[in-house]
């Protein structure tokens, strides 16, 4: 007797359902018309929308395009004496952001994949490779924020520390010049050039240009350097001793293409204060942690980077050592 009523229920509510029910066309053209599919609201955005588009800008007088005749000029010059190795990693691997505030992120990327340091997660089908949205995935930020704000060099060093990198970080300050955040005390060459960070500076960027080994990468205040915008992270691919200029490689390749820069003037732009950590910006030399440079990477072969999914531990994701060790109150300095 329950079995008949069971039946007769299905029936009649199968009935009702068929005549309320839209038809299957209806329900295509809804799928295939929609322009703008919803999301979730995931923050409290209050960014007003822009008034105004852009279609690039014009370098001031005292930046020179690298694709200028003088800019042509000083990258065969350059080229020619050594000063460019750090060109052709950076620019086999050159990125634009894919977010106006990405530029620090997407600097990052750019020096882990220069460096040939392995993500040891998938990007896309099968391959391991380092863009914004897999370092916000392994650093477990909350990329909305990043939108809006950026990263700051602390969060920069945090990042690339627990992904396969080693950051050295320096200031145009007599304090801390090119000192890792975690190393209290200076080196004695350090200690010789901390009366002069922007000598120093200069040292740096002789060195890291010359090497495929490292990646030096500069923060700075757009506004000082005679630009729109304020603060920027891009790195440094260049150096030419004559007129004591560096090669930028401006990852908002929508706004300003690679140009080069007097070093004291990039020097002086990185003082400005960067309003959410009331510190002075400044440079930050990154280099794989297992010191995989030019000497390591001709020692691979092909197809010894191939890596099961099976083979796989809890211990080789980057995302184990960051939720584990650094949660987002160390990475952001609060708790959720």
Not at 303 to 332: H, W
Request: charged letters at 25%.
């Amino acid at each position: 007797m329950r079995l008949v009523l069971a039946n007769k229920f299905c029936a009649i509510r199968s009935s009702i359902s068929s005549r309320h029910r839209p038809p299957i066309n209806y329900i295509t053209s809804q799928l295939t018309t929609r322009t703008v599919p919803y999301h979730f609201p995931t923050s409290s955005s209050s960014v007003p929308p822009p008034q105004w588009s852009f279609h690039g800008r014009s370098l001031p007088p005292n930046l020179l395009a690298l694709s200028s005749i003088s800019g042509k000029l000083l990258f065969a010059k350059t080229l020619s004496v050594g000063n460019l190795e750090a060109y052709f990693p950076l620019s086999e691997q050159f990125l634009t952001q894919s977010e106006p505030a990405f530029c620090g992120l997407t600097s990052l990327a750019m020096s882990l994949n220069a460096l040939s340091v392995d993500p040891k997660v998938r990007w896309k089908g099968g391959w391991r490779w380092w863009n914004e949205e897999l370092i916000g995935e392994v650093a477990c930020l909350e990329m909305w924020e990043v939108k809006e704000k950026g990263i700051t060099m602390e969060q920069f060093v945090v990042i690339a520390n627990n992904n396969g990198a080693v950051v050295r970080v320096g200031r145009p300050t007599d304090e801390a010049c090119c000192l890792p955040l975690t190393t209290p005390t200076a080196t004695a060459t350090q200690r010789k050039h901390s009366h002069s960070p922007l000598i120093e500076f200069r040292d740096i960027i002789k060195s890291a240009v010359r090497t495929t080994d490292e990646i030096l990468v500069v923060s700075f205040s757009r506004s000082a350097m005679g630009q729109t915008g304020d603060g920027h992270f891009s790195p440094i691919a260049g150096y030419d001793d004559e007129t004591d200029r560096v090669l930028v490689m401006d990852v908002a390749r929508f706004k300003y293409a690679p140009y080069w820069a007097k070093v004291e003037e990039l020097y002086e732009a990185m003082k400005p204060k960067d309003p959410d950590t009331g510190m002075c910006r400044g440079w930050l030399l990154v280099r794989a942690k297992n010191g995989n440079g030019e000497n390591e990477k001709q020692k691979q072969r092909v197809g010894s980077s191939v890596m099961g999914l099976e083979t796989m531990s809890r211990e080789d994701c980057p995302v184990y050592p960051i939720q584990k060790t650094f949660a987002r109150e160390r990475l952001f300095n609060r708790k959720e």
